[in-house]
């Protein structure tokens, strides 16, 4: 099981509660990129130089970070300009809700598999190879995390109306990187995370924190309750599966590494 974004297996928040909302009647694709752009200049974590597309439906958009005299400078224009390079493609509905803190952008890209739809995807612009995947993960990661993730602390929502069905269960994924990958889940009655057995079973360790409610779970083939208040590891290879038959709702963090070893 490739929690929420497999797109590191094949190349490869929500804002605070008081952030501002755009004027609707005013907003536009550019106007909400360029506030993403504004903010990703003052970003501790952000990486120049970087070039990068973003497609909102028909529309096309580059982002080119460089130094400037006082810093990053990062600067959205129209169509896709430069040499070819990675964009996330999206819609005009998704980026709304990203730009309003409904959505959270990873999770926008969550996927059970890399074939599955989703409301923004990764994708190359024509003519783009990575020359080292390493290097394009780390970079992609980094840019997928604090591009869309505004203002500082970056916080990130955990309620069930940031989730979107992923793996069976409502999810919101929380941070990537190379080395950690962490995903929030809301298991309500009747959903069943890993119920295809296909899904079951990681090339990595995971630690399963739980958090609110209770459920079932089957791990290496033994089923067991699990609770709020404790927490489970899964080595790597070992199946996985959980559910909720109970009116409350299973909540847990799951904490991933060791994807290189």
């Known amino acids: 099981m490739k929690y929420l974004i497999p797109i590191i297996a094949h190349l490869l928040v929500v804002l605070s509660a008081n952030a501002q909302s755009p004027d609707e009647e005013a907003w536009s694709p550019r106007e909400a990129l360029e506030r993403f752009a504004a ?18 439906g ?17 600067e959205v224009t129209v169509g896709f300009q430069g040499d070819p390079t990675f964009f996330f493609k999206t819609d005009h509905v998704t980026l709304t809700q990203i730009d309003t803190g409904a959505l959270h952008g990873l999770t926008a890209m969550a996927q059970t598999r890399a074939d599955d739809p989703a409301p923004m995807t990764l994708e190359f612009m024509d003519g783009f190879q990575p020359q080292d995947q390493a ?42 990187d190379p080395e950690l990958h962490s995903a929030w889940y809301h298991v309500k009655k009747g959903q069943h995370v890993n119920a295809e057995p296909k899904d079951q079973i990681n090339d990595h360790p995971s630690l399963f924190i739980f958090t609110n409610g209770r459920g079932q779970a089957r791990i290496g083939g033994v089923e067991q309750e699990v609770t709020a208040s404790e927490a489970i590891h899964v080595p790597r290879g070992v199946a996985h599966e959980f559910w909720n038959l109970h009116d409350t709702p299973l909540e847990f963090i799951i904490v991933m590494w060791g994807f290189n070893n």
């Open 58 to 74: 028909e529309d096309q958009y580059s982002v080119q970070v460089s130094e400037g005299d006082d810093g990053l400078a990062a």
């Open 39 to 56: 903010d990703y200049e003052s970003d501790p974590s952000a990486k120049a130089p970087l070039s990068f597309g973003i497609e909102v």
């Open 135 to 176: 290097t394009f993960q780390s970079e992609f990661l980094s840019v997928a995390f604090h591009f869309w993730t505004r203002e500082l602390p970056e916080t990130i929502s955990l309620t069930e109306s940031a989730t979107r069905i992923v793996h069976g269960a409502n999810a919101v994924a929380v941070f990537y």
